[in-house]
T-cell receptor
Framework: DQQVKQNSPSLSVQEGRISILNCDYT??????FLWYKKYPAEGPTFLIS???IKDKNEDGRFTVFLNKSAKHLSLHIVPSQPGDSAVYFC???????????WGAGTKLIIKP | KAGVTQTPRYLIKTRGQQVTLSCSPI?????VSWYQQTPGQGLQFLFE???????NKGNFPGRFSGRQFSNSRSEMNVSTLELGDSALYLC????????????FGSGTRLTVV
């Protein structure tokens, strides 16, 4: 049972445009959500997070939106840069639990 | 704060051998989780240790085992290696309580020949 789903295995975006990565979850107990970025042969690095008391969190070029009623979150990258080409994972956890549940990842390719 | 240290970075082993990978978490972090990543696959959860106890386990065969020491350092062992065990093994450190993310190490690239 996949509690966190990233339905797009890959996404290709023109440099300078907006990249939108999506993530859906099924567990209504999740209240903390994170995005990680991963380059090949490296460990994932934390990008941005959001708690369920918010519907938006922004950090520079990165914004995460949370729609609790739809159980959906998205990561917006504006403008997209070549260095953003990586695999992006979303993860979620519940206040009652310590464990992060991971999506399968979306490979973002930024075209010059 | 020093980051998460995984050793070795690269390893080549022969089928049937066993291997031990090491992870030193961030100072003060009590939780260490292990993940396997194979080409084209997401992060497959192996197990998590918290205060020297295995707190959670993924769906991997018993050939995969781990332990955690009193200083929170953790080791992962794979016995009777198979070709399919070739992967990037990642260790993640966290305080081990809700509302915190993980910090990953750079991983150990294991190749089984």
């Amino acid at each position: 049972d996949q509690q966190v789903k990233q339905n797009s295995p890959s996404l290709s975006v023109q440099e300078g445009r907006i990249s939108i990565l999506n993530c859906d979850y099924t567990n209504s107990m999740f209240d903390y959500f994170l995005w990680y970025k991963k380059y090949p042969a490296e460990g994932p690095t934390f990008l941005i997070s959001i708690s369920s008391i918010k519907d938006k969190n922004e950090d520079g070029r990165f914004t995460v939106f949370l729609n609790k009623s739809a159980k959906h979150l998205s990561l917006h990258i504006v403008p997209s840069q070549p260095g953003d080409s990586a695999v992006y994972f979303c993860a979620a956890s519940a206040r009652s639990n310590y464990q992060l549940i991971w999506g399968a990842g979306t490979k973002l390719i930024i075209k010059p | 704060k020093a980051g998460v240290t995984q050793t070795p970075r690269y390893l080549i082993k022969t089928r049937g051998q066993q291997v031990t990978l090491s992870c030193s978490p961030i100072s003060g972090h009590r939780s260490v989780s292990w993940y396997q990543q194979t080409p084209g696959q997401g992060l497959q959860f192996l197990f998590e240790y918290f205060s020297e106890t295995q707190r959670n386990k993924g769906n991997f065969p018993g050939r995969f085992s781990g332990r955690q020491f009193s200083n929170s350092r953790s080791e992962m062992n794979v016995s009777t290696l198979e070709l399919g065990d070739s992967a990037l093994y990642l260790c993640a450190s966290s305080p081990g309580v809700a509302g915190h993310g993980y910090t990953f190490g750079s991983g150990t690239r294991l190749t089984v020949v």
